[in-house]
């Protein structure tokens, strides 16, 4: 067993991990359901609405690809931290803007933040991972994953109760600087006399391996995107389901999606990412595959559940990959392959949209089947570059046997530093 200093600190940095994931999955949930009260109190049609949505969309793409480089040049946890304060207060702007264009700034800079944390906590994930010796990346993207739920709910029980937006967000956005603040306090401490990726090499060199990856997680994300856009739409339109059970299948997604996240870690661990993201992309191919050729309303709910759970550990192997694979570079290689994964969920329910004019809906949501398929297909464009430590199967998430090799953004045994 590692000494009791270095196990509080390692135990604490993941905690403080998973809150910011937690923060911002919350942020980004109880901001999409309070969209139609927002638009409803501009008098947007929907038109001007998607030019708003399109600024947020823009922020985000823009925030992730400034903060590679910044990672790199300070650390994860000294970029993190005040962005993970700045994501409660950005989400407020947005419910007291008084005109189309006042929302599109507000959602750009709300987006920039949310891009920003995004590449950060990522990045800094991987640092814990790396300091805990075992996977445990899925963990994060489950807490992710419970933070949108939450979110959701809170947003829909403010709107239940017939609260406004500015008090929504006024509400949460102090609560998520309250989570800020105890992540700062339990983040990974320093070590290293100089940030990690301050070096010439680091600066100058090349990011290595990270293109492919990225269009692997792009792949995964049309999937994501066509989930949340179109799978109520199907069920409706095309099966005649009832609303209420249409609405069945994001929900039957979403909780297939988190429940795997959650036993992900052990997975990784027992399988390794290869085998595990490849029978992850068979999972969705088959299970959507044959929800389309049935063409019944259950089918088409136990469909996008397997899409889900299909989904669901593709982009944390990737995002592991890429950062291992560039210890000195871990924010830039996150920026690509992130910002091509978002790519992939902005444009996958377009591009679904468009085919779906000419082969029909179901026809159209082939295309994530495909993808899928394609995944699978290429998953060994995972396999690590090097020797991956060596871990207890039997415990998989107990900290390291003993104490992490000291590296940039690893503690030594001492107690933690806010």
């Not at 990856?213 to 409706?236: F, H, I, K, N, Q």
């Not at 661990?269 to 191919?285: E, N, Q, Y």
Request: overall charge positive.
């Amino acid at each position: 067993m590692p000494e009791a200093p270095q196990r509080s600190v390692l135990v604490r940095a993941r905690v403080a991990t998973a809150l910011l994931f937690l923060l911002f999955g919350i942020t980004l949930g109880v901001w999409t359901v309070r969209i139609p009260a927002i638009k409803r109190n501009l008098s947007l049609d929907d038109g001007a609405l998607s030019i708003a949505l399109l600024a947020f969309a823009a922020g985000a793409i823009a925030g992730m690809q400034m903060t590679g480089r910044l990672v790199d040049r300070f650390g994860s946890r000294r970029v993190m931290l005040p962005v993970a304060f700045a994501e409660g207060l950005v989400l407020i702007p947005p419910a007291y803007a008084p005109n189309l264009a006042a929302l599109a700034v507000a959602l750009f800079a709300f987006g920039a933040v949310h891009g920003t944390l995004n590449i950060a906590m990522n990045a800094h994930a991987i640092d814990v991972q790396r300091a805990w010796q075992r996977p445990i990346m899925s963990s994060f993207h489950a807490v992710y994953s419970i933070g949108g739920f939450i979110g959701a709910s809170a947003g829909g029980l403010f709107a239940h109760a017939g609260v406004g937006p500015r008090t929504t967000f006024t509400a949460v956005g102090g609560t998520m600087v309250a989570f800020a603040a105890w992540s700062a306090w339990w983040a990974l401490p320093r070590t290293a006399p100089a940030p990690r990726g301050t070096g010439p090499a680091a600066q100058d060199g090349p990011v290595r391996g990270v293109l492919f990856l990225g269009v692997l997680v792009c792949c995964a994300l049309v999937g994501e995107g066509a989930a949340a856009d179109w799978s109520a739409v199907y069920l409706r339109d095309n099966l005649h389901s009832s609303a209420g059970f249409a609405a069945a299948a994001f929900a039957a997604f979403s909780v297939a999606m988190t429940v795997t996240r959650l036993v992900g870690d052990r997975l990784t661990t027992r399988f390794g990412p290869v085998l595990l993201v490849r029978a992850s992309g068979l999972l969705a191919a088959g299970g959507l595959g044959a929800a389309l050729l049935v063409g019944a309303s259950p089918a088409g709910v136990a469909g996008f559940a397997c899409l889900g759970a299909g989904m669901a550990l593709i982009a944390p192997q990737v995002y592991s990959a890429a950062g291992d694979r560039n210890p000195d570079a871990a924010g830039r290689a996150l920026a690509r392959v992130v910002g091509l994964g978002y790519l992939g969920f902005l444009l996958g329910p377009v591009l679904i949209g468009g085919a779906s004019k000419v082969v029909g809906l179901p026809g159209a949501l082939a295309i994530p089947v495909v993808l899928s398929l394609f995944v699978a297909a290429t998953a060994p464009a995972l396999r690590p570059r090097r020797p991956s430590p060596v871990a207890d199967p039997a415990d998989p998430d107990a900290p390291p046997p003993g104490p992490a090799t000291p590296k940039a953004d690893v503690p030594a045994p001492g107690p933690a530093t806010p």
